[in-house]
């Protein structure tokens, strides 16, 4: 067979195709070349096979459509094969979803972390330099410190240190003590307001960290303090009969504190002189008396003195002698 042959049995098929497209008519095949004859032989029989009886003049242009039409089926099967690829590839919209939403979850704790450890470093760093200086005995920085901290604490809304509280009620405390050993009534005064401070704090601290032992001694050196605090404003005005009752009281609870007892002193004996001048015997003895019994006061020779006198003169006049307790 030789190619012209083979070219001629090419093109029957391609008709024998384009007639199936167009007419929906069965064809039969004749799959060998034929074996002997021309071409138009094989046409006929082609034609006779179809029913037809001879082959169409335009059958070049069908042989062009079909395999146009070969080429769209072809182009469509590989298209269809890549994009069935391509969608299986394409990521399922919920996973995407759902990954965005883990990462976004995963950010946004990473910076409330990142977040969270700077607040407690701005709480942590006043909090360990206060307990450092509170060691080394340096209240008044520790103080300031613990202020700090806890103030911190407070606006970030953190619950670090629960002991807190506890820690600056004990400097407070311990900066109050170190105050009052000043001779000095502001330092004195310095010293009450921060056992002011320290009392105020109580209802803060919990019940695991309260120290009734300190919050009683608490409680000791307010009274005391605010007795002096009193007395001494009261000496200052000039108002004896308040410093009298202040500094009175304070004496019958501690006889030692500060320079009380000699302020007292000088309050009893100057109202004693006053009442005196004016004939108040009865009232004047009960001063000198008291006066007289002091304990921790330079001297009280002078009101002694006076004791003898005023008995002697209240009997020379016929009054009875009052009878005094000691202070």
Known sequence: MNLEEKKEGLNLKLDAFAQIIEDDAPIAFVNQAPASGSALSVKESAGLASGRGSARPDRQYRRWRLLAVLMALLFLVVGSVFWALGWSNLPDPVVVANARATATAEAANATATALALSNLEKVDGPYNAGKSTFAAQNYRQAAQNFEEARQKQKELALTAHPDMESWLFKTYLALGDELWKSDKFSSFE??????????????????????????????????????????????????????????????????????????????????????????????????????????????????????????????????????????
């Open 190 to 327: 310095e010293g009450l307001s921060y056992y002011k401070k320290a009392q105020a704090l109580t209802g803060d601290i919990t019940p695991a960290e309260r120290d009734t032992g300190r919050e009683t001694y608490l409680a000791g050196q307010l009274a005391q303090g605010d007795l002096y605090y009193n007395g001494i404003i009261a000496y200052n005005n000039h108002i004896m009969d308040r410093t009298i009752s202040y500094l009175g009281e304070l004496y019958s609870k501690k006889n030692d504190f500060r320079d009380a007892p000699e302020i007292y002193y000088e309050a009893l004996i100057s109202e004693a002189d006053a009442l005196a001048a004016s004939a108040k015997l009865p009232q004047a003895y009960q001063y000198y008396y008291i006066a007289s019994k002091l304990k921790n006061v330079p001297d009280n020779r002078y009101a002694q003195v006076k004791v003898s006198a005023t008995e002697a003169a209240l009997k020379q006049t016929g009054q009875p002698v009052p009878t005094v307790a000691n202070p």
